[in-house]
């Protein structure tokens, strides 16, 4: 038996070796005939040879070429603001508080209940003695709020601030591709985008959009569309106008909830140039970080918490809810919750996070408290994601309670209360007016964050998140350079 294994095994081994030799055999074959071909042949053989791999590796680099393109193409455009400009109307149109008062008493149009009552508001409104309203709409005895007036007014205000960012910019009128104006009030036809491209003689092709009653917020929501138009059309300029008819939503009557936009809401305006071509970086005060929107519609005290409306006299008028903060609370609640996880380190998106968990755990009953309850949520360090603060100047209240909830110095609320002081509330430009405040007091500096955060009817919370590309030095033109060294001042 063990003999049969011997003679199997070399059986085996035998047959390996005959099946070898002829690749032996095969291989001095091959040297013997690369060794009789000529210098040229050898040549001509060894690119045969090579010319495919050279094909394969000329696919592969096409590939990768197309792949590349493909992601540069598809990737979201930078998005430039190159500068912006906000209408300092003319010193003429200031009115004191003690001078509204005054005015409002002679138009005839108030008794004295509703006088006292506004004079309250604007004692305790933040408001400064140097604001701006056209004082027509409360010297005279017969309606102002007419289409006349509202375009007199509009011509004003948006000619004033467009003359004077296309003076800075050296832009032509003619090369803005995109052109988005919101005036939440007075909506005439032709649009007010309309009445520009008209004033300017603006190209044909030109994108034009506006937008209306969307309320103090809807600045923001205005940049979020320029944004969306610029991704979709390349090397091209977007100008963003914002503001608000005072005259054309004057109260005339008694309802007290319709008299508080009297007392706040005063004549601004703001214009914006945006742009997406890469060769504007170099020339770009901010790139745009963050667009965040938040919609409470849904709810109805929210929807109905600014609601235009007449009175029992059937006159025409902005009805404020005493529900407006704690509502304004809850749409901040919300939008911060998105806006937290893009800005903020991951410290504080920890625990912010762990805390909604163990409150959506734990409350009782599943009711949801608003930010301005006792039991708040825990609410971010949101000065660890920004340095600079642009908080819509609605009201000294709104302001004190949002520097409340969200821990903000003073420091961080100047801009918001001093816009508030020297120019009212200016609706969705007022974040404007603040930015251009830190520019006079050249506190922007390269790198920094600027959050710009404003609410409006809706009800809406938006929020938008720029990026300093320079230090801005203090502007040749600006609404703050007449008194921007008597500032700050308390209010």
Not at 64 to 73: E, G, I
Not at 82 to 94: N, Q, T, V
Not at 289 to 301: C, L, M, P, Q, S
Request: hydrophobic share 40%; aromatic share 10%; proline share 4%.
């Amino acid at each position: 038996m063990a003999s049969e294994r011997d003679l199997l095994s070399t059986e085996i081994v035998n047959r390996g070796i005959e099946v070898l030799r002829p690749q032996r055999r095969l291989s001095h074959s091959s040297r013997a005939e690369v060794g009789s071909l000529s210098r040229e042949e050898l040549w001509k053989k060894l690119w045969f040879d090579a010319r495919y791999d050279l094909a394969t590796v000329l696919g592969f680099f096409g590939v990768f070429v197309f792949t590349l393109s493909v992601y540069f193409m598809s990737r979201p455009r930078s998005i430039y603001l190159i500068d912006f400009a906000c209408f300092r109307p003319s010193d003429e149109l200031k009115v004191s508080k003690e001078q509204f008062i005054e005015l409002a008493r002679n138009s005839g149009k108030f008794d004295e209940s509703s006088l006292e009552f506004q004079n309250r508001i604007l004692t305790s409104s933040g408001l400064g003695d140097e604001t701006y309203i056209p004082k027509s709409v409360i010297t005279s005895a017969e309606n102002t709020a007419t289409m006349k007036a509202g375009r007199a007014e509009a011509s004003m205000v948006m000619f004033g601030a467009l003359d004077e960012l296309f003076e800075k910019t050296r832009v032509r009128p003619k090369d803005v591709g995109v052109l988005v104006v919101n005036c939440s009030i007075f909506n005439p036809t032709p649009s007010l985008s309309a009445m520009i491209i008209n004033h300017y003689k603006m190209r044909g092709n030109i994108l034009s959009y506006n937008l209306g009653g969307m309320g103090c917020s809807a600045g923001i929501i205005a940049v979020d569309l320029a944004r969306d138009m610029l991704q979709a059309n390349p090397n091209n300029y977007a100008v963003v106008v914002s503001t608000e008819m005072v005259g054309y939503n004057w109260y005339p009557g008694r309802d007290r909830s319709m008299l508080i936009p009297n007392c706040f809401f005063r004549m601004g305006c703001s214009a914006v140039l945006l742009s997406n071509r890469r060769r504007d970086y170099h020339r770009a005060k901010y790139r745009l970080e963050h667009i965040v929107r938040t919609h409470k519609g849904a709810d109805d005290r929210s929807f109905r918490c600014v609601y235009q409306e007449e009175d029992e006299q059937r006159l025409k008028g902005l009805k404020i809810s005493k529900e407006l903060v704690e509502i304004g609370g809850d749409a901040l609640k919300t939008n911060i919750t998105t806006l937290g996880p893009l800005v903020l380190p991951f410290s504080e998106q920890l625990l912010f996070f762990a805390t909604l968990v163990s409150r959506h755990l734990f409350n009782n009953g599943g009711s949801q408290p608003s930010l301005s309850s006792s039991k708040r949520p825990y609410i971010p360090d949101f000065k660890l994601a920004f340095e600079r603060f642009c908080v819509h100047a609605a009201s000294k209240t709104v302001l004190d309670e949002l520097q409340r909830n969200l821990e903000l110095s003073d420091e961080n609320m100047e801009a918001s209360r001093m816009t508030l002081h020297r120019f009212g509330n200016t609706s969705s430009s007022s974040i404007w007016y603040e930015l251009a405040y830190m520019e006079a007091k050249e506190k922007v500096k390269r790198g920094d964050r600027v959050w710009q955060l404003a609410f409006g009817s809706g009800f809406k919370c938006n929020s938008i998140v720029w990026r300093s590309m320079r230090r801005v030095r203090k502007p040749s033109r600006n609404p703050w350079l007449d008194c921007i060294e008597t500032y700050p001042v308390m209010n």
